[in-house]
């Protein structure tokens, strides 16, 4: 194989990788549906408001704090309580990216609805 072929397959394996790592906009029922409950709260990432579970796992609100929800407000609602989180499938598995947050009677977070987030955080 030519040195070009085999460059231009690299760059074709790697794109479909890269695009494979986004998260796109996934619908409801193409999500997995976990019940955790949150043991502790904190900014990770970029902005980010990460969930975690008493077990360990992790669970993020992608750019969280830019959306006007606060470390504080959320740990009010949820902390030491059992939610359900929507997590988009991925091609390599699930993903950690939280689509959206409820729990019993209440939902806190949603990228589903075209009227946006809950005013009140």
């Known amino acids: 194989m030519s ?3 085999k460059k231009i397959a ?16 996934s619908k409801p029922e193409n999500c997995e549906v976990k019940e955790i409950t949150v043991s502790k709260i904190y900014e990770g990432g970029v902005k980010d408001i990460v969930f ?32 359900t989180l ?3 499938q991925m091609f390599y598995g699930k993903s950690k990216h939280i689509k959206q947050l409820a729990t019993d009677d209440e939902l806190i977070f949603t ?3 075209s009227e946006g987030i809950p005013s009140e955080n």
Not at 52 to 81: C, H, Q, W
Request: proline share 4%; hydrophobic share 40%; net charge positive.
């Open 86 to 88: 929507h997590l988009p």
């Open 111 to 113: 990228e589903f609805s």
């Open 52 to 83: 975690a579970a008493p077990n360990g796992d992790f669970y993020y609100i992608n750019r969280g704090l830019e959306r006007g929800y606060t470390l504080e407000g959320m740990r009010s609602k949820v902390l030491n309580k059992k939610v």
């Open 3 to 5: 040195s070009i072929i």
């Open 10 to 25: 690299f760059l074709v394996v790697v794109m479909i990788g890269l695009q494979s790592c986004v998260v796109k906009s």
